[in-house]
């Protein structure tokens, strides 16, 4: 037990020594004890460390901003805050890295990085998508610039998922438009859809939502536009059977089909 307490007791003080000694290079005008106690802080695996380092690193930098130092220093404020898990903070150092040291050899890695904190910005797909746009054009952006780079595929790939994600909001939308029985919101933002996304996975659902909400929109149009809407939802059906001529919907738009027909032969006859 006492060696226990000797040993806390010793771990304590280092700490404080520790403590004392940053403070006391924070404080100095030493720059080269600053750049060296900056990167062994920043070399240790302690978030907290690294934090730490952050400031030694914005001081090199501010004093010596052309200078081989303060090149290390600005990358290495952004890779510390990505490292702590700041990805807002990370991505701005990064992000702008390329643009105040556009010969550094650390110019792909940064403006990868900043762009990785962005696709980790990006939210669960049922929210707001705007950072997942972010996201592809940051990825787009090094893609761009780094043709050649080991990471291209890496890149698409990721560029693919988002852009997924972004696609199952959107038919999320569709379906959440159908369910609520919004005939002409669901069937705009089904046409939307196609237009958008014409080879998504989901464009036999969303053909036949569209078809579907076509009929009720017309069935429950006023005469004015009742002509109009049936030969929409006549064309519909006939693109949604083109395009799916397997589809476990077919009797159920057939029916809504034949319907369509009978009523629009009925209104010409009426005219």
């Excluded at 690193?57 to 501010?62: K, L, P, R």
């Excluded at 805050?81 to 990064?94: E, I, N, P, R, W």
């Excluded at 919101?185 to 046409?191: C, V």
């Excluded at 059977?241 to 209104?267: R, T």
Aim: glycine letters at 4%; charged letters at 25%; aromatic letters at 14%.
């Amino acid at each position: 037990m006492k060696n226990i307490t000797l040993f806390s007791l010793f771990v304590l003080l280092l700490g404080v020594s520790s403590c004392s000694d940053y403070n006391e290079v924070l404080k100095s005008e030493d720059y080269g004890r600053k750049f060296d106690m900056a990167n062994k802080l920043y070399e240790t695996d302690s978030k907290s460390q690294n934090g730490r380092s952050i400031a030694l690193y914005e001081q090199i930098y501010q004093r010596l901003p052309k200078e081989p130092e303060g090149e290390v220093a600005y990358f290495r404020i952004g890779k510390a805050y990505y490292k702590t898990g700041d990805l807002y903070m990370a991505g701005y150092y990064l992000g702008n890295f390329p643009q105040r040291f556009p010969y550094s050899p650390k110019s792909e890695e940064a403006l990868f990085l900043s762009a990785m904190c962005s696709v980790q910005n990006s939210p669960q797909h049922s929210l707001d998508q705007n950072e997942t746009e972010i996201a592809i054009n940051n990825l787009q952006q090094f893609v761009n610039r780094y043709p050649k780079s080991n990471l291209v595929d890496s890149c698409n790939n990721i560029i693919d998922r988002l852009y997924f994600k972004i696609e199952t909001k959107a038919y999320d939308a569709v379906k959440l438009y159908d369910k609520t029985m919004n005939y002409r919101a669901a069937a705009s933002a089904g046409i939307t859809f196609t237009e958008d996304y014409p080879l998504s996975v989901f464009s036999e659902e969303v053909n036949y939502i569209l078809v579907k909400n076509s009929y009720f929109l017309a069935k429950n149009s006023v005469e004015a536009k009742k002509v109009e809407r049936i030969e929409n939802t006549l064309e519909r059906y006939s693109t949604f059977v083109s395009g799916f001529p397997e589809s476990e919907y077919h009797s159920q738009l057939a029916g809504y089909d034949d319907e369509m027909k009978k009523e629009l032969e009925l209104l010409k006859l009426e005219k």
